[in-house]
């Protein structure tokens, strides 16, 4: 149950940050983990390097003693991440002198990185990728205030 519910958390956070247009690749507040974790960005130092899934010493400390973020692993977050930054079309591990997207705030990019950290979401929960996406996200809006209430509960 809760696979479940860390998987609903987080497409719920992440349809939330895209319709808003808060989903922002090259900010680790507003990315893909960025909005999982609720704005925070304590998650980018669990790599040397952003855009890689090689935990260093901090990631791997919290991943040794079993810590989750928002029922997450560091290195299921890094997955998570690696696999939005590459759907968005930013060479990997990231850095200034990178190949990335003119406009990294093109809907268009951070829907192809939305999808793509979403198809991660699934293969981390082992849920079968549901190919109608606006079927999906119908779900997650019809369900948005149940697990809203939900979200409340949590961080009360």
């Known amino acids: 149950m809760e696979s479940a519910t860390r998987f609903d958390h987080?497409?719920?956070?992440?349809?939330?940050?895209?319709?808003?247009?808060?989903?922002h690749p090259e900010d680790a507040c507003r990315c893909a983990v960025g909005s999982i974790l609720k704005g925070k960005d304590f998650w980018k130092n669990f790599s040397d390097d952003h855009g890689s899934t090689q935990l260093n010493y901090v990631g791997q400390i919290h991943e040794t003693f079993g810590r989750t973020f928002e029922g997450y692993r560091p290195s299921e977050l890094l997955e998570i991440e690696v696999s939005f930054l590459k759907g968005a079309g930013f060479?990997?591990?990231?850095?200034?002198?990178?190949?990335?997207?003119?406009?990294?705030?093109?809907?268009?990019?951070?829907?192809?990185?939305?999808?793509?950290?979403?198809?991660?979401?699934?293969?981390?929960?082992?849920?079968?990728?549901?190919?109608?996406?606006?079927?999906?996200?119908e779900d997650v809006k019809m369900a948005k205030v149940g697990i809203e209430k939900r979200l409340e509960i949590i961080e009360a």
């Open 91 to 137: 060479e990997l591990p990231y850095s200034y002198q990178s190949i990335k997207p003119e406009d990294p705030a093109d809907p268009s990019i951070q829907f192809n990185g939305l999808m793509a950290a979403i198809e991660t979401l699934s293969k981390l929960d082992n849920r079968p990728l549901t190919m109608d996406i606006a079927q999906l996200f």
């Open 10 to 23: 987080a497409l719920l956070r992440l349809y939330q940050a895209f319709n808003n247009g808060n989903l």
